[in-house]
């Protein structure tokens, strides 16, 4: 599946500016990581995996992951893409996809904590994650009212299954949306 495959058939099922926004800073996200974690000839496929997975959120939020299979078949996705979508809900949702190779782990840790950072940068002066340090984002972190719908121990079980430690996560994750925040802004003015 090309990039912008999926991004018509993420459009197809979404149309809400805050899903597509997410998905494309997942999308962005998980390119960087293809990049640093040295799986480089991949990023378009992790890319695509950060795009699509929350393809069903929008239309069947109780149906998380589970729908998700039905609509990324129909888009013509494969069964590794069908799988490193679906296993970000393993455990939360009712898939029985488990995030098992280094994508779908950083996938699972990094798709709530790119909300929490944003949320976070929204009520910065800057309105932006340039500026913001690890530590700011530990701080909004430790406050459980602050984006509570941002599940903290998925961020953390995420960190634990990729052996780094949670500022290790942060400040990688960070550092990914902060180098693409400007692109991501671009895709969604051109949406």
């Given amino acids: ?3 912008n495959e999926a991004w018509a058939l ?3 099922h979404n149309q809400d500016s805050f899903h597509l926004q997410h998905a494309l800073t997942v999308e962005a996200v998980m390119r960087y990581f293809a990049r640093e974690e040295g799986f480089a000839d991949d990023e378009e496929f992790w890319g695509n995996v950060g795009l699509l997975h929350d393809i069903d959120f929008e239309e069947f939020p109780e149906e998380h992951c589970v729908r998700a299979v039905e609509m990324l078949k129909e888009g013509g996705a494969d069964d590794k ?3 490193a979508v679906t296993s970000h809900g393993y455990g939360l949702t009712g898939t029985t996809a488990k995030p098992e190779h280094q994508m779908e782990k950083i996938l699972f840790a990094a798709d709530e904590l790119t909300g ?3 949320s976070a940068s929204l009520v910065r002066p800057s309105k932006s994650t340039k500026d913001m340090e690890v530590k700011s984002v530990k701080k909004k972190f430790k406050t459980p009212a602050f984006a509570a719908g941002c599940n ?3 961020i ?3 960190a634990a299954n990729l052996g780094w430690d949670l500022d290790s996560l942060i400040g990688k994750t960070l550092k990914a949306m ?3 925040e400007d692109g991501i802004a671009k895709s969604l003015a051109g949406k």
Avoid: A, N, P, S
């Fill in 152 to 154: 903290r121990d998925v």
């Fill in 81 to 83: 893409l069908i799988h």
């Fill in 1 to 3: 599946m090309t990039r």
């Fill in 178 to 180: 902060q180098e693409t």
């Fill in 10 to 12: 993420l459009k197809k």
């Fill in 116 to 118: 929490l950072i944003w």
């Fill in 156 to 158: 953390e079980q995420g």
